[in-house]
């Protein structure tokens, strides 16, 4: 039996009770900046002209909650989070949502919840708690320094700089193996530094691997250095199939994004463009590309966490990796970006909840991968499927891009730890076994593509 349809009359009116009740007001629909339909939308204060906010941005008493996304009712009360609690979403699948909650909404929005009979669980309980014990203390890197010759460690989250000078470190020590390019600029002016790996072999394939193109997910930027440290350093003892590819390696995709969520908003997820708009500035850069660009999964408000810009490759940073790889002689054939969170590995479409022509082949290459992680150090269990339908549709991703634009056939989206334990706020105790399992995942591309 179909149930009877309710009015959206009679649904906002019923929605205005829920809210009076809960000491909140109902806004219209035109009262919202924007439809917050993305992910995660940390309030940001007042922005200086030199980048700096007034003062860090803290979340003391802020919280993840789970929610069940499993019929209309409450994926209604979810869309009311956003619009009338300044809810967001940081991760959703066919089954469940997580909605960060900021410690200012928290009981007006437990009463919504409450008034609309919808459970939910709490993942985090203070927000800020989680921060400020997620990456220890850099102290001891001076000794590793003097001990390694760079200060990158994988038992912490670093910084820009600790991350560029280790590239040059690897491109010095092993100049017949490595070497550096900056490929162009970010919007304030920092280097798209990217690590070139190769033996020099003129008949090898290529892979492209970047990370950190959301400022937040730290876990990226750290497993993108870590498989390409492991790379490096144990090269002479690694397979042929892992040998015989030149591997262009941007571990920071992002890196004014990763600087301000160091230095002054733990979950920035934009970069920095559009610094006019204040709380508003930023674009997404995985809706930047120009494959399908505006379409599903997008917004034209500068202050939705998933802006797609002005127009395709309107930032520099993403308009610098097209045009590096458009241009480039190498012989592309796999594309590998690296996210937080969710352990999935995730294959084109993602503009829409549609396939290639191919996709039995990537589901069996990402099942092959997903079950070497598996078996990995501390091994985590990834999903795999398509990124539209796995997810939800979201136009003018990078993997797209390089399906669609330069015909890349392993394009790849890696999802990685956890699965909202702690979400974005991953400790730093979990680099080196999420590494573990990249460098598995990584293998298992390598492996196909020696076999083009």
Same mark, same amino acid.
């Given at each position: ?53 007034? &003062? ?6 802020? &919280? ?173 003892? &690694? ?56 379409? &599903? ?156």
């Amino acid at each position: 039996m179909n149930p009877i349809p309710v009015s959206r009359t009679v649904a906002t009116f019923i929605v205005s009770l829920v809210l009076l009740q809960c000491g909140s007001t109902h806004k219209l629909p035109a009262e919202t900046a924007s439809a917050n339909a993305a992910p995660d939308a940390p309030e940001q204060p007042s922005v200086r002209a030199n980048d700096a906010p007034a &003062q860090p941005v803290k979340y003391d008493g802020a &919280q993840l909650w789970r929610i069940a996304y499993d019929d209309q009712p409450k994926k209604n009360a979810v869309a009311e989070l956003q619009d009338r609690f300044d809810a967001s979403m940081w991760n959703y699948n066919a089954t469940s949502v997580d909605i960060f909650v900021r410690g200012q909404q928290l009981k007006k929005a437990e009463c919504f919840l409450r008034a609309a009979n919808i459970p939910y669980e709490v993942v985090i309980e203070d927000m800020q708690r989680a921060i400020d014990t997620e990456n220890p203390s850099l102290e001891e890197t001076e000794l590793w320094e003097n001990r390694n010759g760079h200060r990158m460690t994988w038992t912490a989250y670093h910084r820009l700089a600790d991350i560029y000078d280790w590239m040059d470190y690897l491109a010095q020590t092993y100049p017949d193996l490595c070497s550096t390019k900056a490929i162009g600029k970010s919007v304030q002016g920092r280097e798209l530094k990217v690590l070139r790996i190769s033996n020099g072999n003129p008949a090898n394939r290529a892979i492209w691997m970047d990370g950190g193109i959301h400022a937040r997910e730290w876990i990226s930027p750290a497993t993108v250095t870590y498989i390409a440290n492991e790379l490096v350093e144990d090269w002479d003892n &690694q397979p042929d199939h892992l040998r015989n590819v030149d591997w262009y390696v941007l571990p920071v995709h992002n890196p004014d994004g990763y600087e301000h969520s160091h230095q002054y908003d733990r979950l920035w997820r934009k970069n920095r463009g559009g610094l006019q708009y204040g709380p508003c500035a930023g674009v997404d850069l995985n809706r930047n590309y120009g494959y399908k660009w505006g379409g &599903q999964g997008t917004s034209k408000q500068p202050c939705s966490e998933i802006f797609a810009g002005s127009g395709p490759f309107s930032e520099p940073e993403s308009k610098a990796v097209s045009e590096f790889m458009q241009s480039s002689a190498a012989d592309w054939k796999g594309f590998l970006t690296f996210h937080s969170y969710g352990q999935y590995i995730l294959y084109p479409w993602g503009y829409d909840r549609v396939v290639p022509p191919d996709h039995a082949d990537l589901k069996r290459v990402g099942d092959a991968a997903a079950e070497q992680m598996l078996q990995a150090s501390g091994g985590s269990r990834y999903t795999v499927g398509p990124s539209g339908s796995t997810l939800y549709p979201a136009a003018g991703g990078s993997d797209d891009w390089a399906r669609g634009a330069l015909n890349i056939k392993y394009a790849y989206t890696v999802e990685l730890r956890d699965t909202g334990r702690y979400g974005f706020v991953l400790p730093a105790n979990q680099i080196k076994p999420t590494g573990d399992e990249a460098v598995a995942f990584v293998d298992i591309i390598a492996q196909e593509v020696a076999k083009l």
